[in-house]
């Protein structure tokens, strides 16, 4: 019987974690599927014949658990957990919000990493970190979120430094204008008619499938082949502030 390579996902439960779990699946990896949601996760582990863990980013109790479920030896991270709250100026910031991005985004990134370290290393495996262009490029509105992404990249590009003599790759998929399950509803805190704006008028903007996609491609290069960033958007946005929308 061949042992399948090990994939924790977290934030697995919708959007594009669920995807990359399906994906990985697919590709012939056990995926550890890690959410808050328990009943999501379990559906979705049954589905791709993995295993379910319900996991908040920002509990250690619960990344510790996710780490002992893991096992000795993981293939791959994906570092998928995360959001954005609100999209107030900043003279209007909510500051709880911006604690919550803090949290989920970049301390959750870290424990998980760092807890799972030594379990990568034994398995030469790969980080990867789920960014944004939100960390490359300001805008308007998205004080917090900004501050959070760039966050982001500042932890992966540290992390390649420290980790340079280790069999470990570290790579941040920064994704532009994606049109998953959740984020922009969760964004504009359940207003459907917000979030469905943000999307008016393009045709075709990314899917949580394009990003897995992506995922599963940088996981599959030859191990001395390291994808440092990646930034992908939709043909339709050619910047941040510049994106094509037919009326």
Not at 89 to 98: H, K, N, Q, S
Request: with cysteine.
């Amino acid at each position: 019987m061949t042992t399948r390579p090990v994939a924790v996902v977290t934030g697995a439960s919708s959007g594009i974690g669920a995807a990359t779990a399906r994906q990985l699946a697919a590709a012939g990896f056990e995926v550890v599927c890690a959410a808050r949601r328990l009943d999501r996760i379990e559906e979705l582990a049954k589905e791709i014949d993995g295993r379910a863990v319900q996991c908040d980013v920002t509990s250690a109790e619960d990344v510790a658990a996710l780490t002992a479920a893991a096992g000795e030896r993981v293939d791959l991270l994906v570092n998928n957990a995360g959001g954005a709250f609100g999209f107030e100026p900043v003279a209007d910031a909510d500051l709880d919000a911006w604690r919550r991005m803090y949290e989920v985004n970049v301390i959750g990134v870290a424990a998980v990493t760092k807890s799972l370290l030594p379990a990568l290393i034994a398995g030469r495996g790969t980080i990867v970190v789920m960014g944004s262009t939100a960390g490359q490029v300001a805008y308007e509105g998205g004080g917090g979120y900004v501050a959070a992404k760039h966050a982001v990249k500042a932890v992966v590009d540290t992390l390649r430094l420290e980790l340079f003599d280790q069999p470990v790759r570290v790579c941040e998929i920064a994704p532009g204008m994606v049109k998953s399950e959740g984020f922009a509803l969760t964004r504009f805190d359940g207003d459907e008619q917000k979030a469905e704006a943000v999307y008016a008028g393009v045709a075709e903007p990314l899917t949580s499938d394009d990003i897995a996609e992506i995922v599963t491609w940088v996981a599959s290069r030859p191990p001395h082949v390291n994808i440092d960033r990646l930034t992908v958007r939709p043909r339709a946005q050619a910047a941040q502030h510049k994106v094509h929308r037919v009326n």
